[in-house]
């Protein structure tokens, strides 16, 4: 093992961070650069990676390229808060700078090892070497600057249950052991790996603990594995058409290493989610937080010098009928400026202007609305609606469907795609909705956090408008919240 290059790998890190930070002011400038969202300074991000409270203050590090908007050799990029509402961003803690990961650090999860924050991720080695995805350490007392391990890599090569790909280690401590959940696959079929350390240094092979039914892909990545209420969930991300972030609920086994499925879904049913990452704060609260964007996604803010965010923070928790609720942070309530609230208005289909005046392209809305009497209405609300009617983005359920269902097809800019996201309501039953509006995003949590969908969209700066709607019949709004953000 040659001696880690602690030097270089200092300058490394400070060039990519001034160059980045030269951006910031370009990407500022963009129109539909989000407000209250989590983003790099500049250029590209995407996997949220090492969520952790630290000595009191949330590490946020991403998948990060300083040098352009599109995706190139992984960096991690670093921020931290004090209430997951305002981040601060903090000098690149890792670039690609050592045999074992040269052509970059991919994502992988952080943990406090007895006072050191320690970080566990994927080094791709150069092409040419036996095994090109490892698992690596790197280390650091002050949560600000990052030392490689001299023993990396901690995990040199894949099991004969996984394949060449190999990666996102997703570590945490369970009765003073390690354990650490790795994306991999075989044939195919893509499947989640465990491992044990005592040391976090040597590994021990545990086996699969879960495989997917082998219809799509070959790789799970980002898996998460965590207890939640008296069950565990599983989290992959597939990167298939229609399975972006699954969660499973089942049980797990630490002594086989198995897990058992009982119930599954998807965390977000959005266009724009994808390597969702969890972690428990102080508090006990499970936080997960997602990349609010896809692979292969038109990224019209790239002419700006920037593509990239998260979703808010979003606690998960288990309903008393076991289904999974995803809401918002309540911190995020800091945010709240200028009240309005809107009390019993029955819309009628064709009409408009229910709203008087309301504009704004960032806000929080809570709505509910009574379930109307026509089986086949659908029904909601609509933002950024340009006074010539040619831009809406809809957040709308279908009675007869059971669903719940985010419209862009004509929100603005490479607009295309209805969201669906099945939600059963009860007779007696009223839909909820809570919606946090950026400039170029929106995120709708509905009834419990029960379904949730975010998406990106880019509409005109002057498309500002908010209305309700119904598409036959009529329907009532009890109440609807709304505050500028
Ligand atoms: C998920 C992912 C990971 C990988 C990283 C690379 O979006 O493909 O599997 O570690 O992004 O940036």
């Known amino acids: 093992m040659d001696k880690i290059r602690e030097e270089d790998h200092n300058q490394l890190i400070n060039q990519a961070y ?89 994502s992988g999860s952080a943990v406090d090892d007895e006072g050191t924050l320690t ?8 092409e040419g070497s036996l095994h090109r995805q490892i698992q690596c350490l790197a280390m650091s007392e002050d949560g600000r600057t990052f030392s490689k391990f001299d023993g990396n890599p901690v995990i040199g090569a894949p099991p004969v249950d ?38 976090l240094r040597e590994w021990q092979y545990v086996g699969v603990v879960a495989e997917s039914d082998g219809t799509q892909g070959a790789i799970w990545e980002c898996p998460d594995l965590f207890a939640l209420g008296d069950k565990y969930v599983l989290v992959v991300s597939p990167n298939v058409e229609k399975a972006k972030n699954i969660y499973m609920i089942g049980d797990f086994d630490y002594t086989t290493g198995k897990f058992v499925q009982e119930s599954m879904g998807e965390l977000d049913y959005g266009f724009d989610y994808y390597a969702a990452q969890s972690f428990e704060d102080d508090t006990g609260r499970r936080i997960v937080i997602g990349w609010m964007d896809i ?100 957040f709308g359920y279908r009675v007869a469907e059971g669903e719940l269902i985010v419209d862009r097809s004509r929100s603005g800019l490479d607009a295309s795609g209805i969201s669906r996201c099945g939600l059963s309501l009860p007779d007696g039953e009223t839909l909820k909705l809570h ?30 408008g908010v209305d309700l709607y119904v598409s036959e019949g009529r329907v009532r709004l009890i109440k609807l919240e709304v505050w500028k953000l």
């Open 18 to 106: 001034e160059n980045v930070m030269g951006l910031q002011q370009q990407a500022a400038a963009d129109p539909h650069r989000l407000q209250f969202h989590m983003m790099a300074p500049a250029n590209w991000m995407n996997d949220p990676n090492g969520l952790i409270q630290f000595k009191g203050e949330y590490h946020l590090f991403y998948q990060h390229h300083p040098y352009s908007a599109k995706w190139g050799p992984m960096h991690w990029g670093h921020a931290v808060s004090r209430d997951l509402v305002c981040w601060e961003h903090l000098p690149i803690a890792l670039a690609p700078s050592e045999s074992f990961d040269l052509d970059g650090c991919f």
């Open 119 to 126: 970080l566990m991720y994927t080094g791709i080695a150069p």
């Open 162 to 199: 996984g394949s060449e790909d190999f990666r996102d280690p997703k570590a945490w401590k369970h009765e003073g052991q390690w354990y650490v959940v790795i994306g991999s696959g075989k044939e195919g079929i893509r499947n989640v790996l465990l491992y044990r350390s005592a040391d």
């Open 295 to 394: 692979w292969g996604a038109n990224m019209p803010t790239q002419a700006y010098g920037w593509a990239g965010a998260m979703t808010v923070p979003r606690v998960l928790s288990l309903l008393p009928d076991g289904a999974l609720s995803v809401l918002p942070v309540p911190e995020l309530h800091s945010l709240r400026k200028e009240p309005t609230c809107f009390n019993n208005i029955v819309v009628d289909s064709g009409s408009s202007g229910y709203l008087g005046e309301l504009r704004g392209d960032c806000l929080e809305l809570i709505a509910e609305f009574e379930l109307p009497e026509s089986r086949n209405a659908e029904f909601g609300l609509k933002v950024r609606c340009s006074s010539d009617g040619r831009e809406e983005t809809r």
């Open 435 to 464: 919606i946090y509006l950026d400039r170029s995003s929106v995120e709708v949590f509905s009834n419990e956090g029960r379904g949730v969908i975010s998406n990106r969209i880019y509409p005109g700066q002057d498309s500002l």
